[in-house]
């Protein structure tokens, strides 16, 4: 069961440049969300998806864009990359049932800009 | 808009201590809350969850936690950590039957475990 899964697990960029974060889930889960961890910052809310199709700004969207290919897919796009999105990156998943309510993390993807 | 705090960013507990780490939360009714942890290079796994009724909720690994709503707290505790306790700590929140955006996360509380 592999859950949540993200890739590139490290990524080391130059100012400017670009990369998409994958990420792909297999519960079938409508919901989707991509989060930024800083130090003493928590967890930020970037961008979600409630369902296939749809897409939302949260907290911290400046800088990144975001595809939900599909289903089981929702990428994140750095598009010019700066200094300040050093940070780890996390995808999650999550159940809608009110009875069951609950994300799923994958393990996150240690992003440096230089 | 509903809000987290974890007023403690770090705590240093002896192994085999008693563990009680604090949550207090912001919103105008009850919310769903949340633990989850997180161990070095991984994501976050869920500790355990308040929805409704019984406000000591017991979760994985020996934890539980007590909603106080006159507090409007959602304190975690342990009766005696282990070392691999030694994890970094999110108390969540989430709207009953809504918020498509999610949790909102406090900002954490890093647990030390000396021997």
């Known amino acids: 069961n592999a859950g949540v899964t993200q890739t590139p697990k490290f990524q080391v960029l130059k100012t400017g440049q670009s990369m998409t974060l994958q990420c792909a889930q297999d519960?079938?889960?409508?919901?989707m969300y991509w989060y930024r961890q800083d130090p003493g910052m928590g967890l930020r809310l970037i961008y979600y998806?409630?369902?296939?199709?749809?897409?939302d700004k949260g907290e911290v969207p400046n800088g990144y864009n975001v595809s939900r290919l599909n289903k089981r897919e929702f990428s994140l796009r750095l598009e010019s990359a700066a200094p300040s999105q050093t940070s780890v990156y996390f995808c999650?998943?999550?159940?809608?049932?009110?009875?069951?309510?609950?994300?799923?993390f994958g393990s996150g993807t240690q992003l440096s800009v230089l | 808009a509903q809000s987290v705090t974890q007023p403690d960013i770090h705590i240093t507990v002896s192994e085999g201590a008693s563990l009680e780490l604090r949550c207090n939360y912001s919103?105008?009714?009850?919310?769903?809350l949340f633990w989850y942890v997180q161990s070095p290079g991984q994501g976050l796994q869920l500790l355990l969850k308040?929805?409704?009724?019984?406000?000591l909720v017991q979760g994985i690994k020996g934890f539980e936690a007590e909603f106080k709503r006159s507090q409007s707290s959602f304190n975690l505790r342990k009766p005696s950590v282990h070392w691999s306790d030694a994890a970094e700590y999110f108390c969540?929140?989430?709207?009953?039957?809504?918020?498509?955006?999610?949790?909102?996360f406090g900002k954490g509380t890093h647990l030390i475990i000396q021997p």
């Open positions: 999650a998943s999550r159940i809608q049932d009110p009875a069951n309510e609950k994300l799923f």
């Open positions: 519960m079938n889960h409508n919901s």
């Open positions: 998806s409630a369902s296939e199709g749809t897409t």
């Open positions: 919103y105008g009714a009850t919310p769903y």
């Open positions: 308040y929805f409704s009724g019984d406000t």
């Open positions: 969540a929140v989430g709207i009953p039957g809504g918020g498509a955006d999610g949790l909102t």
